[in-house]
């Protein structure tokens, strides 16, 4: 399976052409771009192919993880809040749905890594959260959905990348639990949808001495791809790998393909050397490295699965439209999640709800994105915005409420996410006055930098800096709704 770049130039989509042409290549995985200008590629390129392409999205939170002109689904960390499956499954059906629309057959999602590390460098807000069981049966739902809207769900970082302390595209990271601790944390969630027929899962780069003590990484490990996790699991469906270029197994195999292909995978994503990579598997088969028993296992699962998929009937992409824009069942899912999925993090005796006769001030610290939240609050009752420049200076009268809104910078999971050492102090001296309430928006690991946090009239968790997160807290301050959400993770002091 090769990259393909919608917004790349005519040298790139040439390369990606010949590619299909001359090494027959089985599938593709859409890099980034726009919505129109792929689903053109994949028209072009699928008319190309002697056989239909699987056509992959790595989509965790909607095709907006690579699509530029898409308005993204809330993280996995958000719907770990939920009390419920429901939306879950509802958002996993949508994300499908409109993937097939795009001509996207293989989604590269639900995460199922427990993320029981906090300062994963690449995990974070992508898990469920770190509770093995929410976690599978979050993912369950995902899988679900995505299935049923005719979608392969690829579980990954198959055996666990959740207690990683490095980002496995930049080195190998070393998983240091012991094989009682793997089996009752991390494989929870892949033992369990095996159990409900999941169709895909993604090997990662990982070292993991407990499964195997070679020091190679699980995606070229035949003691880990085949003998746990087809034999002893029972897993029979597609075996992914996490992208073959990737620093975590390139410095540790020499012929990163070819290993993994022996170790047990059926689709090699992204090899380093295109040519390289396929010359080495046939030179393996030459000298019987690789037997026609080995090689017919995977073939006839991935023609099997694109037969599943309906592409021997039509490889071509359907519709007249944008399958991407945005729709009022849109709104109302994020809206519907953005209202379930709030947590109360800590409140005080009658904190609720604030009084819309009274007049409200409101502070706004770290890095908002827009004013939303002073606009939903206006919404409610007179808001005054105070400066966190001039707070130390205004005088705040009596028990009127005081609104924090802590915003991160929530558009990516990787970004850096912390309070900054003045507006600690800002929230210390906040503490000390009656009727303030704190609003997260933000990962939930920030809640441990909170300051004299049980001072506070009430924290809330809302997650991530959107339109629907902002009205929904508001509306929660002032009583419309109730607090339903469940924090995803453990908050350490």
Do not use: C
């Not at 009752?184 to 969630?189: E, F, G, M, W």
């Not at 990163?256 to 088969?285: N, R, W």
């Not at 850096?416 to 003045?422: A, D, R, T």
């Amino acid at each position: 399976m090769v990259m393909a770049f919608p917004d790349g130039d005519i040298a790139m989509h040439q390369n990606t052409l010949s590619q299909l042409k001359k090494y027959h290549v089985g599938g593709v995985l859409f890099s980034k771009g726009r919505t129109m200008k792929q689903i053109a590629d994949t028209d072009l390129y699928q008319q190309h192919a002697n056989i239909p392409l699987l056509i992959a999205a790595d989509a965790e939170w909607g095709m907006a993880m690579r699509l530029q002109d898409v308005s993204h689904y809330p993280y996995a960390m958000t719907l770990g809040a939920l009390p419920n499956e429901e939306l879950v499954y509802a958002l996993a059906k949508r994300m499908g749905e409109r993937k097939r629309k795009m001509g996207v057959h293989v989604s590269f999602a639900p995460v199922v890594d427990v993320n029981t590390e906090a300062t994963n460098p690449i995990i974070g807000v992508r898990s469920f959260g770190d509770r093995p069981t929410r976690v599978a049966k979050k993912a369950q739902a995902f899988m679900e959905g995505l299935q049923d809207a005719g979608v392969i769900a690829v579980a990954k970082h198959f055996p666990g990348h959740g207690a990683s302390t490095a980002d496995s595209h930049k080195t190998l990271p070393r998983i240091n639990r012991s094989k009682k601790a793997l089996d009752s944390i991390d494989l929870v969630p892949f033992k369990h949808l095996i159990s409900r027929g999941l169709k895909g899962i993604m090997v990662g780069h990982l070292d993991v001495p407990a499964l195997d003590n070679s020091g190679l990484p699980i995606a070229a490990s035949k003691k880990v791809v085949t003998q746990l996790l087809q034999q002893q699991l029972g897993f029979n469906g597609l075996v992914f790998t996490d992208a073959l270029d990737m620093k975590g197994i390139t410095t540790a195999v020499d012929s990163p393909a070819l290993a993994a292909f022996l170790a047990g995978a059926d689709v090699l994503v992204m090899p380093l050397q295109l040519e390289k990579a396929i010359s080495a598997i046939k030179t393996s088969y030459a000298n019987g490295d690789i037997t026609e028993a080995r090689l017919a296992t995977s073939v006839k699962k991935i023609l099997s699965a694109k037969y599943a998929l309906g592409l021997h009937q039509n490889k071509a992409v359907k519709t007249t439209g944008n399958p991407l824009k945005n729709t009022f069942y849109d709104t109302y899912l994020r809206k519907q999640i953005a209202e379930q999925s709030i947590v109360k993090v800590h409140a005080q005796k009658d904190a609720f709800p604030l009084q819309k006769d009274t007049t409200a001030y409101y502070v706004s610290l770290g890095k908002p994105s827009s004013n939303d939240f002073l606009y939903a609050l206006r919404e409610q009752t007179t808001t005054i915005q105070i400066l966190k420049n001039t707070l130390k200076t205004t005088a705040l009268r009596g028990r009127r409420p005081v609104v924090v809104g802590i915003h991160a910078n929530t558009s990516s999971p990787w970004t850096s996410q912390s309070l900054s050492e003045s507006d600690i102090r800002i929230l210390t001296h906040l503490s000390t006055y009656p009727n303030v309430h704190v609003v997260l928006f933000a990962k939930p690991y920030v809640l441990s930098q909170l300051p004299n946090l049980s001072s506070f009239a009430s924290v809330l968790l809302a997650h991530e800096q959107q339109t629907a997160f902002a009205n929904a807290t508001a509306r929660l301050l002032f009583g419309e709704i109730s607090p339903h959400g469940i924090i995803p993770v453990e908050i350490k002091e």
